[in-house]
């Protein structure tokens, strides 16, 4: 990662706030917004988002959890999310490993220490940037409104449960696809995301995505608030792959 990362210079969340949460558009949603899109697609972004939302591009979130680190280990987090620009994820792991992960710039890394004094994982390069990137544009799931048309996302639908979005992150495709309940809420997502995860020196795209297990509203949108998510949906390999179980636990817009 470049100078200036969270890891290096410690730089606050509000810092980071200041990059990544710019002002919502003064517009805020109406049904319009969503003309001319297909009618699966409309009816999963009506459920989203209230009238009257601010049209913002990026949210602060509080988040808490589990992660598989050898074993399941409990997190609470604080994350800046802005899917066209990046994020910056600061979390404590079973409340003595502290760090982050990161995309900005068209650089990713994450940096972790046990006490703050002990490295106990650092990465960076290309391969961690495009795989970082596929993360943060991903998690537009929980920011409805940076997917609108007006975002320069491009849509399309398979049928009335299957949809799909486009877009980009720095280089970096992001082709979400996304299964829909009968009320048009998420129910599931995969996508191909650059990794490693059996650890064997070669990166690839492999199917990463999850469920979601509950959903809540905060400031007008409607988001997955719970949810298991890993490598290998969708794949016979997806037990082993699952590695990640979060609850939003609050949602600021920037304003």
Do not use: C
Request: hydrophobic content about 40%; cysteine-free.
């Amino acid at each position: 990662m470049p100078p200036g990362g969270v890891g290096e210079t410690r730089w606050t969340l509000a810092e980071w706030g200041a990059r990544l949460l710019d002002d919502p558009a003064p517009a805020v949603f109406s049904t319009a917004e969503l003309d001319g899109l297909p009618e699966s697609v409309r009816r999963h972004l009506a459920s989203a988002i209230a009238p009257g939302t601010p049209l913002a591009r990026g949210a602060r979130f509080a988040m808490r959890g589990s992660i598989r680190l050898g074993r399941w280990l409990p997190f609470r987090a604080q994350q800046n999310l802005n899917p066209h620009e990046g994020f910056v994820w600061l979390a404590r792991v079973a409340g003595v490993i502290a760090g982050s992960d990161q995309y900005l710039d068209g650089a990713g890394g994450m940096d972790w220490r046990l006490a703050r004094l002990v490295t106990v994982a650092h990465a960076d390069g290309p391969d961690v940037s495009r795989s970082a990137a596929g993360r943060g544009g991903a998690e537009a799931i929980w920011l409805p409104t940076s997917l609108l048309p007006r975002f320069g996302v491009r849509w399309s639908a398979h049928d009335d449960a299957r949809i799909s979005v486009h877009h980009h992150l720095g280089e970096t495709p992001i082709d979400v696809h996304y299964t829909l309940e009968p009320t048009g809420h998420l129910k599931s997502f995969v996508f191909d995301r650059w990794g490693d995860p059996d650890k064997t020196g070669q990166w690839a795209w492999y199917p990463f995505g999850g469920e979601v297990t509950d959903r809540r509203t905060f400031s007008g949108l409607s988001i997955p608030s719970k949810g298991r998510v890993g490598w290998h949906f969708g794949t016979d390999r997806w037990a082993a792959g699952e590695f990640f179980r979060y609850e939003i636990t609050s949602l600021h817009l920037r304003s």
